[in-house]
């Protein structure tokens, strides 16, 4: 076939068409009509010599041939954008772009609120949209329907199939009610045990924390189930007990009311939170320069060690290993 002869462009479409499996979403996103794109189907379906996409009911399937062809579209049309990319050089004082990220509440509240502080000063063109998590996190991603993911390690089964760094680690602290009438200085393990417990959710999902307890046999109370982002601040005036990030707690300690203590639990783990990215933007010198300034604030954001949030940090001195 004659190259000269081929509109390129067929090839954006027929990709954004297996992105989204919609004529009308496709069309959206590329910003032109439901009935040119429907006449941009024709085009593909005479340049393939294949259906494409065929309706079952009311859904639209691609064809064995289409999703074939899926991968090998991607792969060139990212090549393309990268060539094209590396031509451009980026300048965050004076670039506009959006960038969408996923990343839940904790995230956003204690590691990316700084970035968006210094983005008003350092680059006022730079946009931000981020997402709560969700349960299709990577399907986000895959589609190219967000830019990064910010989250756990443990949480991101997929993260052999994209491009990630480690940003940094953060660890379980018990929170209570600063007034809690049960509860000295230290909670026990039967306390902990024993006492009203509030299991942190992220969506739909378990938090990793009741997930390592689960696996570490260790008995709660269940009384409530909550988002980890609102759980310390339904803890006041109650005896209930949870586990919370430690940079989280320490960010909303004051304004929650409550207390930290030290897990009780032996073997509790610290997450590790990372980044992970598609080849689609790992050489465009825009997203190069997000990562880069993300990976800045992270260095600052492990190095700093969180003020002591309980008594026996302070007597004890240090966090334990990551």
Request: glycine residues 4%.
């Amino acid at each position: 076939m004659d190259l000269r002869s081929v509109d390129l462009n067929l090839l954006v479409a027929f990709d954004m068409l297996m992105t989204e499996r919609s004529v009308t979403r496709a069309a959206q996103r590329l910003s032109i009509g439901q009935s040119a794109m429907s006449s941009t189907l024709g085009r593909l379906r005479k340049l393939f010599g294949d259906p494409i996409m065929t309706r079952e009911g009311r859904t639209l399937v691609a064809t064995p041939l289409a999703e074939s062809l899926a991968e090998p579209v991607r792969e060139l049309l990212t090549d393309i954008e990268n060539v094209l990319a590396l031509r451009n050089e980026f300048d965050p004082a004076t670039a506009e772009h959006t960038f969408s990220i996923v990343a839940n509440d904790y995230l956003t509240m204690t590691f990316l609120q700084p970035l968006i502080a210094r983005l008003s000063v350092e680059a006022p063109g730079i946009r931000l949209r981020i997402f709560p998590t969700g349960d299709d996190f990577a399907e986000r991603l895959r589609r190219h329907r967000a830019d990064l993911l910010v989250m756990p390690q443990e949480a991101l089964d997929e993260r052999l199939e994209f491009h990630h760094s480690t940003l940094f680690h953060d660890r379980f602290v018990v929170a209570a009610d600063k007034d809690h009438p049960d509860i000295g200085d230290e909670i026990t393990l039967e306390q902990f045990s024993t006492l009203p417990y509030l299991a942190a959710s992220s969506g739909n999902r378990r938090s990793l924390s009741e997930m390592q307890l689960d696996f570490l046999g260790v008995p709660r109370n269940i009384e409530i189930t909550a988002g980890f982002g609102m759980a310390p601040f339904l803890l006041r005036g109650t005896r209930l007990i949870t586990l919370v990030h430690e940079r989280l707690a320490l960010r909303v300690r004051d304004a929650a009311e409550i207390r930290l203590l030290e897990p009780p639990v032996p073997r509790l783990q610290p997450i590790t939170e990372i980044m992970a990215w598609t080849n689609r933007t790992d050489a465009v010198p825009a997203h190069r320069w997000l990562r880069a300034a993300l990976m800045g604030l992270a260095t600052e954001y492990d190095n700093s060690t969180p003020a002591a949030s309980t008594n026996a940090t302070t007597d004890k001195g240090s966090h334990p290993q990551q």
